[in-house]
């Protein structure tokens, strides 16, 4: 059975969908969720479901991020996750800690990448005029939102979309792809899924 970690920030509403997806006959099973806020919602959502949590307030580090990430990694590395999951985990990463889970940690994005790395995904594709947006599941490599791709899923962006009501389309999608995704890697299939 694979030890999947997941790293949170805030509603942690894809981490649940990929907790519940670990069950059954799935080659998975979620055994930390670790968040750089103490005060994150998935943290409850996670105890909720019987899932180890653990917080370290990034905040008092300051902006020292190899300290952060060294205490980061201490409940990380207790964990002895197989794979990380980056679900909604908003701290930038050094390649410090991007190298030490290299090929075993990966990422969801709301974008269609490499269209719109970064923040504020849903307006820049808005002000672009784009007719579809999406998400993107990746392997987390030291260059931020970039990777290996491991899936995409495409929405159309329809007449009076604002940058909440794209957002709220994609996010449906995204806790589609992320288990799809997960599931694959998990058996060691890299073969990018297309939704
Ligand atoms: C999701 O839309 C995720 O793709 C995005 O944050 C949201 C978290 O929602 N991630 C990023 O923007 C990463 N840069 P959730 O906490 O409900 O899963």
Redesign the pocket.
Known sequence: MKRVAIL??????????LARSMEGDHPARPVLVLSNDPAA??LERAAAMGIPVAAVDHRPFKGDRAAFEAALMEPLLAAEPDVIC?????RILTPGFTGRFAGRML????SLLPKYP??H?HQRALDAGDTEAG?TVHEVTEVL?DGPILGQARVPVLPGDDADTL?AR??VQ?HVLYPAVLRRYVSGDRTPVSL
Request: net charge negative.
């Open positions: 949170v920030s805030g509603g942690g509403s894809n981490m649940v969908a919602k998935g980056l679900a909604g985990f908003m990422n969801i994005h709301p970064g923040l995904t998400c939102d957002a994609v996010l995204e």
